[in-house]
């Protein structure tokens, strides 16, 4: 069992930066493949990025590629989102999320672990 707390939320001005965090307990995140999603208010779920295990292979969205870095630190066990120039439709609820499967994937079903997400505005 692994819980997941997702932090560094806030309200930001378009062009801003701002670094969410995702502590995991339980059990270390080194053994999972971990992702971020996003959900945008009136729209669907989305993936924003992931990471594997081994931190080797990450994965992004186009809407994020370039802006959006994920990386981890093993010894806090937690993984970070690092979010630059960010944009008014990145407002969203942020959440992190925890697989088994080996390397990053976009689809949420292969996510067994959520945190309960962090809210992040962006005004223009």
């Known amino acids: 069992q692994v819980q997941l707390v997702e932090s560094g939320g806030g309200l930001v001005q378009a062009g801003d930066s701002l670094r969410l965090s995702c502590a995991a307990s339980g059990r270390t995140f080194s053994g999972y493949t971990m992702g971020w999603f996003r959900h945008p208010p009136g729209k669907e779920r989305e993936f924003v990025g992931a990471?594997?295990?081994?931190?080797?292979?990450?994965l992004y969205a186009d809407s994020v590629k370039g802006r959006f870095t994920i990386s981890g630190d093993n010894a806090k066990n937690t993984v970070y989102l690092q979010m630059n120039s960010l944009k008014p439709e990145d407002t969203a609820v942020y959440y992190c999320?925890?697989?088994?499967?080996?390397?990053?994937?976009?689809?949420?079903?292969?996510?067994?672990?959520w945190g309960p997400g962090t809210q992040v505005t962006v005004s223009s």
């Open positions: 990471i594997s295990r081994s931190g080797g292979n990450t």
């Open positions: 999320a925890a697989s088994t499967v080996l390397q990053p994937s976009i689809r949420p079903g292969y996510y067994i672990y």
